[in-house]
């Protein structure tokens, strides 16, 4: 069992930056392949983004392409989401999430389907 725990959303003025931490328990840690979701008001769980096991490969939804920079520290068993110049459409709960499995994959970025756990997800609001 691996748990999950995202911190650091908040209230943000759009143009305004933020940095999302998520925490992963496991010793296995540096072999997780991470992911962010968000989901607003009234509509589906979207990608945002994606990780590889050392920083690499990463992946971006185009919405937020530029703007959003993931990364991770394998010694603290984090992932971070460091987001820049927000808009009000950004606006939603923000998830983290596991992909456990040893095999590597069919797809890339992985499926939402495909992640074996999940985080409780944080607020981030961005006002106009």
């Known amino acids: 069992q691996v748990h999950v725990a995202e911190s650091g959303g908040g209230l943000v003025q759009a143009g305004g930056s933020l940095r999302l931490a998520c925490v992963a328990s496991?010793?296995?840690?540096?072999?997780?392949?991470m992911g962010w979701y968000r989901q607003a008001p009234g509509k589906e769980r979207e990608f945002v983004a994606v990780?590889?096991?050392?920083?690499?490969?990463?992946y971006y939804a185009d919405v937020v392409q530029g703007r959003f920079t993931i990364s991770r520290d394998n010694t603290k068993n984090t992932v971070y989401l460091q987001m820049d110049r927000l808009k009000p459409d950004d606006t939603a709960i923000y998830y983290c999430?596991?992909?456990?499995?040893?095999?590597?994959?069919?797809?890339?970025?992985?499926?939402?389907?495909?992640?074996?756990?999940w985080g409780q997800g944080t607020q981030v609001t961005v006002s106009s």
């Open positions: 496991g010793q296995t840690f540096g072999t997780y392949i």
């Open positions: 999430a596991a992909y456990t499995d040893y095999a590597v994959p069919d797809y890339w970025p992985p499926k939402l389907y495909q992640y074996n756990y």
């Open positions: 990780i590889g096991w050392n920083n690499d490969p990463t």
